[in-house]
Each structure stands twice: as structure tokens, then as C-alpha cells.
């Protein structure tokens, strides 16, 4: 399984890019951020058959979403704030578990990571 994330960079408060993830195939899927000194944190994921599941400091900002033909998985960040600064990565699952979806352990794919840095 390989993963590839784009889309990150330098943003300003407020702001709405979209970080994509191109996959070589079709996975359960999640994206997880990890800021300066701190854990992998779940931001949200998206089954195969289309359920997502979020975050609550991300829920009604953030959008996961997937484009199924094209292996890509989409993660539309909107009200983007300071405290979202972290470096962005996305995952697969083989072994999905729906009681542990927000662990890391529940993804047993990672890509390298995209840096989003949100400026005040």
C-alpha cells in the first residue's frame, strides 16, 4: 500500500485548502495530525462504503471525502485556525475496527505527511 499526501503549506487564519491523498488502491481511510510536541491526533476518516466520522475539534470545519475511481481521499479544512498547525497525515486500514477508529493502531498504513501552518 502507498500513500501520498499533498496539499499543505502556509495559511492564513480563516482559510480553506485541501489536502489530497492518493492511494494505490481502496482502503478505509483516515487523516491524523501530529503538532509540535504532541501525539498523532485523528482528525477523521472515511470507510470504504462512504461513512465518515470526525474529530470533535474539526466537526463542521473539516470535510473528508473520496474520490473512488481515482484512489483519492480529500480532506477540505475550512475556518482553519492556529491551533490546527500540525503536520498532516493520511492512513489506510486493512484490519478496520469501528470501536477503535480515532487509534492509530486501527491504521496499519501511513503516508510521509503534508505540513499546514496556519498563520493568525
Known amino acids: 500500500v502507498q500513500l501520498q499526501a499533498s496539499g499543505g503549506g502556509l495559511v492564513q487564519a480563516g482559510g480553506s485548502p485541501r489536502l489530497s491523498c492518493a492511494a494505490s488502491?481502496?482502503?478505509?481511510m483516515g487523516w491524523f495530525r501530529q503538532a509540535p510536541g504532541k501525539g498523532r491526533e485523528f482528525v477523521a476518516g472515511i470507510r470504504i462504503g462512504g461513512n465518515t466520522y470526525y474529530a470533535d475539534s474539526v466537526k463542521g470545519r473539516f470535510i473528508i471525502s473520496r474520490d473512488i475511481p481515482k484512489n483519492l481521499v480529500y480532506l477540505q479544512m475550512n475556518i482553519l485556525k492556529p491551533e490546527d498547525t500540525a503536520v498532516y497525515h493520511c492512513?489506510?486500514?486493512?484490519?478496520?475496527?469501528?470501536?477503535?477508529?480515532?487509534?492509530?493502531?486501527?491504521?496499519?498504513?501511513w503516508g510521509q505527511g503534508t505540513l499546514v501552518t496556519v498563520s493568525s
Open positions: 492512513a489506510a486500514s486493512t484490519v478496520f475496527n469501528i470501536y477503535g477508529y480515532t487509534r492509530p493502531s486501527n491504521y496499519n498504513y
Open positions: 488502491g481502496r482502503y478505509d
